[in-house]
Each structure stands twice: as C-alpha cells, then as structure tokens.
C-alpha cells in the first residue's frame, strides 16, 4: 500500500472519495470519513516514484498526538486512530497506524497559513518588494528573522497538480464571509501559537504552517492533518540563527537533490538515490520523536 499510485484503491471495500498526493479519503458511512496516509511523497507539486518508509506514519501519529494536545485551543475532525473502530469490511491488511477515522466536514475552500519566521516563499517575496503577502514588513529583516508577530496568510486550494494561489484576507472573507473568515484566522493564530509553545520547549521552532478547516454541523473544526513534517516547516532552535536558514525536519533532502538536477519540474519525476530517501524517512522519525517525546516503534503499524 505504502507505494500504491494515487488513484488506486487501498480499501477496496469502501467508495473512495478523494485521491491526494499522500492521502485517500473513503466514505465509511454515518458521516464519517476514512484517511489513509501512504508513504508517497511529492516536491514541487510531482509525486515522486520512490515511497518514503513510515512516512504515512508518521503523518498519522503526529496529527493524533497535535489533535490531543490542542483539543482545548480548536475543535478537530478525529474520531479514532484504531482500526479496531474500522467496519469488519474495512479492516484490510497494511491499515495499521496510518488510518484516522474522522467526522465528516464541510471543507472551506481556504488554506490557513500561518508563517512566524520569515522563510520560503515568504522571504523571497519580502526581498524582491519588502513585503509578506502583500502587506509591507519593517526594513532590513533578515532571512529567518522572527516575525514581530504571527501573521495569518491565507490561499486558495488547488487542484492536485496545481499551486494554491495566495489570497488577501478580503478576498477570503469573499470566499467564506467575514464572520468565518475571522474565526479561521483567530482560530489557526491560537492553534498556532500554541502549537509553536510546546515545540519550543521540545527544541524546535515552528517556522510556519498550514491548517484546514470544515464545519460539521456548524462547529468550526481542524481538519485533514495538523502540524506534520508536510504541512509545517520545522528548524531546530538550536540551529537557528536569523541570517541564514537552519536544517528543515520535511522533505528537505528531496528537494535539495532535485533542485540540483536538470529537472523541469513536470513529471515524470527523475528516480530518488536510496540515500536521499533514507536521509528524508531519518527527518521525518525524528521530527515526530523529538516534538513527540514518543518512539515511532510504539505505534501500531511498526
């Protein structure tokens, strides 16, 4: 399962909603929903051929461990993580600590990005006119730098394959109304700064993130996955030194590899060498046990 091409069904006994990069949503029916997080990995919008070991995982256990431990901050989507809670029908083989059984929600057509440090995307918009998403920042910041304070940067959400299109916050209160529109910033500014609290004190700076929401019978809730190697950028805080970009806990090595060949970025996607995908799986394990304080080992599926 962990290198099944999207599209394919893993759970061939339920209807198979969505097919992503990484995960495949199915109908399990009563208003729930089934996530099944493979081991696939993309850069650059292409997924890659070559499947990252425990990724899924990964993915799996640190979005369980953030939905516990922000429950009190924002409401979420997560039912159970135990195909045990899985129809009899369902319970196929290879599930085992990549599955998230979920209430079903009315996804809102915003992606909630929510940067503190000024990296990526960010940085290079911030050099080329002193602005971040539009808004003007103070003069002379430095690649890295700390932001005076979290700035929520919403986008659009793209088709696979596509790039997600930054928004203004007007145009997401056109998408959504102003009300909603202001719960998902106060909302992922809260999870966020909480979220970045507790990685502090387990070493690691949260540079920047991205959340998804839904409503399930109006209650705003945290959807998808939630402050994982794939959605979040993760420096460790003794690396960082504003002035430079410390070592990223994602798929780093994937994208270094590929940015140096003579790739276009349209697939089919060059072959990934067996050490670049050792490197990537090393980040992800410890990205997830060094924020964690858990050993992969001990969740199901190892």
């Not at 069904?9 to 495949?24: E, I, Q």
């Not at 940067?153 to 102003?178: R, W, Y």
């Not at 540079?207 to 402050?227: H, M, Q, R, S």
Request: proline share 8%.
């Amino acid at each position: 399962m962990s290198d099944r091409p999207a599209g394919e069904a893993a759970v061939p006994n339920l209807p198979l909603v969505a097919s992503g990069k990484v995960r495949d949503v199915y109908d399990v029916g009563d208003g729930r929903l089934l996530l099944v997080a493979s081991d696939r990995i993309s850069a650059f919008d292409v997924v890659m051929a070559e499947p990252i070991p425990d990724k899924g995982r990964v993915l799996t256990a640190m979005s369980a461990f953030w939905f516990d431990e922000l429950g009190s901050v924002a409401a979420n989507h997560l039912l159970s993580t135990d195909v045990a809670d899985l129809p009899p029908t369902a319970a196929v083989p290879g599930l085992e600590g990549r599955i998230m059984l979920c209430r079903r929600a009315e996804m809102l057509p915003v992606e909630c990005i929510v940067r503190g440090y000024l990296t990526g995307s960010a940085w290079k918009e911030y050099q080329s006119s002193g602005t971040m998403h539009g808004t003007s920042l103070p003069a002379g910041l430095v690649e890295a730098a700390q932001l005076p304070e979290p700035v929520f940067t919403p986008s659009t959400k793209a088709a696979v394959g596509d790039h997600d299109e930054n928004i203004s916050f007007d145009a997401a209160v056109e998408l959504v109304g102003e009300e909603l529109a202001g719960r998902l910033r106060d909302t992922s500014l809260a999870v966020y700064a909480a979220g970045a609290e507790l990685a502090r004190a387990r070493g690691f700076i949260i540079a920047d993130t991205k959340f998804e929401f839904g409503l399930v019978d109006g209650e705003l809730v945290l959807a998808d996955e939630i402050l994982t190697p794939d959605s979040s950028r993760f420096w460790p805080a003794e690396q960082w030194s504003p002035g430079s970009t410390p070592v990223s806990f994602d798929k780093q090595p994937v994208r270094d590899y590929l940015d140096g060949l003579d790739w276009d970025k349209t697939p089919p996607p060059p072959p990934l060498p067996a050490d670049v995908v050792a490197a990537t799986a090393t980040r992800y394990r410890d990205a997830y046990e060094r924020l964690t304080g858990r050993s992969l080992a001990d969740w199901p599926g190892g």
